[in-house]
């Protein structure tokens, strides 16, 4: 059985720099397009302990497979 996961929407910026939000409602109200963010799925671990530069770079590393096709 594959673990718990929470979620997290992600846009790319044109700098490459990967910015995190808890909701699409949350990016919104900052200003960022809803159809520019990336759904992603976070392991609770990760989730719950990881630090927010573990997050980005998790995240970045799922957008780069989903950019290149592989899973």
């Known amino acids: ?3 718990e996961k ?3 929407f992600v846009r790319r910026d044109k700098d490459g720099a990967v910015t995190l939000y808890i909701d ?9 397009d809803p159809s520019q963010l990336v759904k992603i799925e976070i392991p609770r671990e990760l989730y ?3 630090t927010v530069q573990q997050l980005r770079e ?3 590393t799922v ?4 950019d290149s096709g592989t899973p």
Request: net charge negative.
């Open 63 to 66: 957008l780069e497979s989903l």
């Open 48 to 50: 719950a302990n990881g």
């Open 1 to 3: 059985m594959e673990g």
């Open 24 to 32: 699409e409602d949350w990016a919104a109200e900052r200003g960022v």
């Open 58 to 60: 998790y995240a970045a």
């Open 6 to 8: 929470d979620i997290l």
